[in-house]
């Protein structure tokens, strides 16, 4: 096991230097990457609705999708995970597996990802810090408190907005170019 930032570091070094002499196999290779693919997985559903795989011949009878893109691609690049964070492996894409596979991954990501979209922005009041909103969104009428300052209403893409509240929660305003003006003004204090 590699301890010290040091021998990280060197570790690292050292396969991105087989990836540039060309000794490595690929970049997955240097980068330890396992993936996987409907050859080598088996997902099921558990009873409690949960996420199970077998790899070759170890079951994990919970696992969590992580996805690498929340905002800008769930079907792409997913690591698999234990209930201890461990990575059994990563999935390139969504469309390697069969429907059915593929429709019970993405299941787990909603839940996972669960990110209410803020359909109309009602009303934003500041107060000591702090902003209240009252928004219509994709989840129905939302009441939520946000921390100003600390990147809790940031861009993460030029027009997607990602507003994380006190407890939390995410919400997110797809097209910040779709907001009335008058809309637009309440959040950009925000921002």
């Known amino acids: 096991m590699i301890s010290t930032t040091s021998e990280k570091e060197t570790v690292a070094s050292q396969a991105a230097e ?4 060309g000794t490595a196999g690929s970049l997955s290779d240097a980068a330890d990457i ?11 559903k558990t ?9 070759g011949d170890q079951t994990h009878p919970v696992v969590y999708v992580h996805c690498s893109f929340p905002h800008t691609n769930k079907r792409m690049y997913l690591s698999v995970r234990t209930v201890e964070n461990k990575e059994i492996g990563m999935i390139r894409s969504l469309e390697d597996f069969s429907e059915e596979i593929a429709q019970l991954l993405e299941e787990q990501l909603q839940i996972r990802y669960f990110t209410p979209e803020i359909k109309r922005v009602i009303a934003v009041k500041e107060e000591f810090g702090y902003s209240y909103w009252e928004t219509e969104t994709t989840a129905g009428l939302c009441r939520f408190t946000v ?3 600390g990147g809790n209403a940031k861009l993460v893409t030029p027009n997607r907005l990602l507003v994380t ?8 305003i797809p097209d910040m170019n779709r907001l009335t003006d008058k809309e637009y003004r309440m959040v950009e204090i925000c921002m």
């Open 47 to 55: 009873a409690g609705s949960m996420l199970s795989v077998t790899v």
């Open 34 to 44: 396992y993936y996987l693919t409907k050859d080598n997985a088996e997902f099921s």
């Open 147 to 149: 921390r100003n300052g």
């Open 18 to 21: 087989a990836v540039q002499e």
């Open 165 to 172: 509240d006190v407890d939390g929660n995410r919400f997110v």
